[in-house]
């Protein structure tokens, strides 16, 4: 990595251009990009790096190992050193395959509500876990925790991505989190400020309007971003968010009185202030592309994340400059706290180096080039995967479904339901949803928003139905609920008396929504997790197949 310059030393355009971070594939070949319309081609992508010296990548997307190339070459690329983000707040694994994939933060907390102290053992855990597979492969900030109190069942873009709907578990495990990545030289994200958790529409799409006051703002909202701070979080994302009690025209990640007037002033954070993803449709649909980017610096941010055209940004912030509209000295304040950043990064990795991870790995170094392979997905972080999923777990009925195969006679339906296969990254043929199933009868029936109706011909054969639901809210699904598909095939097989059995990966609130209409004797299991992990467990716990005992004998 190259050490930072003299702030002076670069021109207005520079200065700016370190506040702009990109969005791009974590794949290496232009013809692997996943989403052309906000990744850019690798010439594209270069140019922003080191002809425009954008500050920093966020990453999506390709397995671990590709990933720790990526950022490897993207660093090469930059004449100042880069952040290089991602958004794991379920673990590495979440974003890039064959490292550690931890279930939501909800889990966690619903750990909290038996065992406060296991519930923070894991948030310790997790952090230090993901801290360190992070750093293998290149990345140096990670977007999470997420602090929002999810306190609104029908949130669509927060739900299982907050630890819980009452601010103390909150506060105390987001804190855990924090604290657990503080051996390793990473930066850490608590998001999304003011708070996102009692909205019931995404951001992603439209602008959500919360109408809370103040005081109730400070009671519930704000105190667990108050406990990140004493954490040590060293960055605060905004939300687009229209908050009236705090700005009555301009929603959060535009509003000079949210994040200057409180969050700085009020509530005395001193580091990074980061933007929410600046083309999500709440604030992108309503304000020009260049105009945006410029509200959201006169606002307070440090850092704009993912703005729409990253050139026309910088183009525009520094006419603003120029224009007076915008003082040299407010470019000057997030470019110090940046230096900051990248600073802590920088000193960390050299102190950290030799003590387990080397930072950054260089692969151009044969005798490292599969170095970082030795800090992911290691047994200790599979273990802790695995016990948080039993820990969290529900499961109900009359257990276990069966412990023998069906006679082939009279084989029975897998039905599994998501919103849409095509994108459906946690399912596949050798997914433990379809092939525990197979071994005991089950015949595979996929059904998705592309073939969401009954067929008649049910009506005629009814077949003894295992049903595995895979629903949860998440970016752009504009849903945190059931859809209409799911609902109308429970409803037709509980009217037929055929459903054998119920598995749920996902949300808890959809869980609460069917437990009345269940009949007493019907098993079901319930996981947080939607990942192979998740359905391993919770189907060899339907069908008998796991050993008895599983819970941590030492958490503390």
Request: aromatic letters at 8%.
């Amino acid at each position: 990595m190259n050490s930072l310059p003299d702030i002076q030393s670069l021109s207005l355009a520079q200065q700016v251009a370190q506040m702009v971070v990109v969005r791009a594939s974590g794949y290496l070949f232009d013809h692997q990009i996943q989403y052309p319309a906000w990744e850019p081609p690798g010439a594209k992508l270069q140019n922003w790096i080191q002809d425009w010296g954008v500050g920093g990548v966020i990453l999506l997307g390709a397995s671990a190992g590709e990933l720790a190339l990526r950022s490897q070459q993207l660093q090469e690329y930059a004449p100042i050193p880069l952040l290089i983000a991602a958004d794991i707040e379920e673990g590495v694994g979440q974003r890039f395959a064959g490292a550690t994939w931890f279930p939501p933060p909800m889990a966690i907390g619903a750990i909290a509500r038996e065992n406060l102290d296991k519930a923070q053992y894991y948030a310790r855990q997790k952090g230090a876990i993901t801290a360190q597979e992070a750093l293998a492969i290149g990345i140096n900030w990670i977007l999470a925790p997420v602090v929002d109190v999810n306190n609104n069942p029908q949130n669509p873009v927060i739900n299982v991505r907050a630890f819980a709907d009452m601010q103390e578990t909150v506060s105390l495990l987001a804190g855990q989190f924090i604290r657990g990545t503080q051996d390793y030289p990473v930066l850490t994200t608590a998001k999304h400020f003011p708070g996102h958790g009692d909205t019931a529409i995404d951001s992603h799409l439209n602008l959500p309007i919360l109408s809370h006051s103040r005081s109730r703002l400070a009671e519930i909202e704000f105190p667990p971003f108050q406990a990140a701070m004493a954490a040590g979080v060293d960055a605060v994302m905004t939300a687009h968010l229209l908050i009236p009690s705090l700005d009555e025209q301009f929603p959060a990640t535009l509003s000079e009185k949210v994040l200057t007037q409180v969050l700085r002033q009020e509530l005395g954070f001193e580091g990074l202030i980061v933007t929410d993803a600046l083309i999500m449709g709440a604030i992108a649909n309503r304000y020009g592309a260049t105009e945006v980017p410029v509200k959201a610096v006169e606002a307070g941010a440090d850092i704009l994340l993912m703005p729409v055209n990253p050139q026309t940004t910088i183009q525009a912030i520094c006419e603003a400059v120029t224009t007076g509209r915008i003082s040299r000295d407010r470019i000057l304040a997030s470019v110090e706290r940046i230096w900051q950043a990248k600073a802590k990064i920088s000193r960390g990795a050299e102190v950290h180096r030799g003590t387990g991870v080397e930072i950054p790995v260089s692969l151009s170094d044969p005798s490292q080039r599969l170095s970082f392979l030795d800090h992911l997905a290691q047994p200790t972080a599979i273990q802790t995967v695995t016990h948080i999923l039993r820990d969290s777990q529900q499961v109900g009925g009359s257990l276990p479904l069966r412990s023998k195969p069906l006679p082939n006679s009279s084989p029975g339906r897998n039905l599994i339901i998501v919103d849409d296969i095509l994108t459906c990254d946690v399912l596949g043929r050798n997914a433990p949803a379809v092939t525990i199933p197979q071994q005991f009868g089950y015949q595979l029936q996929w059904v998705d928003c592309h073939r969401p109706l009954i067929p008649r011909d049910q009506n005629d054969h009814p077949i003894p139905t295992l049903l595995q639901l895979f629903i949860r809210g998440n970016p752009f699904r504009n849903t945190a609920g059931l859809t209409a598909v799911a609902t109308d095939w429970l409803q037709w097989l509980l009217k037929n008396q055929i459903l054998e059995a119920l598995v749920i990966y996902g949300s808890p609130y959809i869980l609460e929504q069917f437990r009345p209409h269940l009949p007493a004797q019907t098993p079901y299991v319930y996981s947080y997790g939607q990942m192979p992990e998740a359905q391993a467990i919770a189907l060899k716990v339907l069908f008998d197949q796991i050993e008895s005992s599983y819970g941590l004998t030492e958490f503390i």
